[in-house]
């Protein structure tokens, strides 16, 4: 690729636009070659003629003898995430010259008119020797000003009869041109346009010596104004390309790359089972999105896996009588019951019968239900009495449970108070092989 050769670039264009970490690595390696290409970002409004003036563009830059490279995006399903590529179409003429490497992307739901990899795929066309590289946004809106954050320099197309001039060029894109081009020149109102945004200028202008973007109107069609408007843009370059303003675009990009790969990362959680349990009202939103950034923080900084001492504690046994029940294990077992009690939260009768001599030791838990409807009641009557879970006890429940949860285990509730005071909380069995689990504080 280094080389020139134009297949090498397209084959690691592909790594890079999947997101592989082969092209992750090839990105780290190939980087100090980069950042002596300029780059041009062309963005603006639907039907404003990007294309056919990204076109011309290339055609004037190649007749100076620069390489360039052009990244087209285009708009894609937001369902199928398929896209018609036009600029394939439109910059045809090109595509036998060696000194042009187009590349086409879609955005795949990325919004703010760039596609994920519009970033590295433009670091990949710099460090394979090409001077410039133009990224043509998508048709945009009023506030989608991503490119400004990754373009050296932001050329903004407008054309005239757009309906309310004052609303194309409201506040937002307008704010982040370095040159305003007005296309379509020839249709009548062309110069209205630019009055409109030479007095918006005036407008917004705070003092004196701040340099306003300049207006240039083409005909991107006739191959009118187009030298005119190259020249600008590297007149623009030469005064904010400095090292300050390039830490400065750097700062947007590490911004929108850090972004990117956390995004990625919570889409490889368990986010659609958490989004379930929220539609279902098990979850609140927020203690949904703390799980989804503890996972985050799991996969960016794998926590140190200590063994902990693991222990039985009880095991819990649904039976439709405790006094039935006892009948059983206290007068033919001869086991002691250390205590009973009524948990209101959980609607159950609690007997602990202790299985060795150490109080601390592991226990038979009978549970009945105190109400027809609550959770041993509906257990019993879908299942039998019967074992209804097992208990162990963990030294450090709350890291346990931060464990669990950033490994995507599916917990039935949050650490809380249950029978004898201890702290507990539930794992769902299709986390566990198939048995309900209690874990409880030590």
């Not at 896209?83 to 000194?99: C, F, S, T, V």
């Not at 623009?236 to 995004?263: G, I, S």
Request: hydrophobic share 45%; net charge negative.
């Amino acid at each position: 690729m280094l080389a020139g050769d134009l297949r090498a670039l397209a084959r690691a264009a592909t790594l890079v636009e999947n997101q592989t970490e082969e092209g992750r690595d090839l990105l780290s390696e190939i980087f100090p070659k980069t950042g002596r290409a300029l780059t041009v970002g062309i963005t603006g409004p639907p039907g404003a003629g990007k294309s056919t003036l990204v076109n011309r563009m290339v055609a004037r830059l190649r007749a100076e003898h620069k390489r360039v490279g052009v990244v087209a995006v285009d708009p894609s399903s937001p369902f199928s995430q398929g896209a018609i590529l036009g600029d394939r179409i439109r910059m045809q003429e090109h595509h036998g010259d060696p000194g042009v490497f187009i590349r086409s992307m879609a955005t795949r739901g990325q919004l703010g008119g760039l596609a994920a990899a519009t970033l590295e795929l433009a670091l990949l066309i710099d460090a394979a020797g090409f001077d410039v590289v133009l990224i043509e946004t998508v048709g945009v809106g009023q506030d989608e000003i991503e490119i400004s954050r990754l373009a050296d320099v932001t050329v903004l197309v407008l054309v005239p009869q757009m309906g309310d001039d004052v609303q194309a060029i409201k506040a937002g894109i307008v704010e982040i041109a370095d040159v305003f081009a007005i296309n379509k020149s020839d249709l009548p109102g062309a110069e209205r346009l630019e009055q409109e945004i030479r007095a918006m200028q005036s407008l917004s202008a705070t003092s004196s010596e701040v340099q306003n973007p300049p207006v240039r109107q083409v005909c991107a069609t006739e191959g009118k104004g187009i030298d005119e408007l190259i020249a600008e843009i590297f007149r623009v370059a030469e005064h904010k390309v400095p090292l300050a303003a390039r830490a400065k675009t750097w700062e947007h990009r590490l911004r929108r790359m850090v972004r990117d790969r956390l995004y990625a990362a919570v889409r490889e959680a368990e986010v659609l089972k958490i989004s379930a349990r929220v539609a279902q009202r098990e979850l609140d939103p927020f203690r949904a999105v703390s799980l989804l950034s503890a996972r985050i923080e799991g996969i960016l900084n794998p926590p140190q896996v200590t063994k902990m001492p693991v222990r039985i504690d009880h095991l819990g046994i649904a039976v439709r009588s405790i006094d039935q029940a006892l009948s059983f294990y206290r007068d033919q077992l001869g086991m002691k019951v250390a205590d009973r009690e009524t948990v209101d939260i959980e609607k159950v009768h609690v007997a602990m019968l202790p299985a060795a001599a150490d109080s601390c030791g592991p226990r038979i838990e009978l549970l009945e239900a105190s109400e027809p409807g609550s959770v041993i009641g509906r257990f019993i009557e879908k299942r039998g009495a019967g074992l209804h879970h097992v208990a162990l006890k963990v030294d450090d429940l709350l890291a346990t449970v931060t464990r669990l949860e950033t490994s995507g285990a599916r917990l039935l509730n949050e650490p809380r108070q249950g029978a004898g005071g201890h702290l507990y909380v539930f794992v769902h069995p299709e986390s566990t092989g198939g048995i309900l689990l209690e874990l409880i504080q030590a």
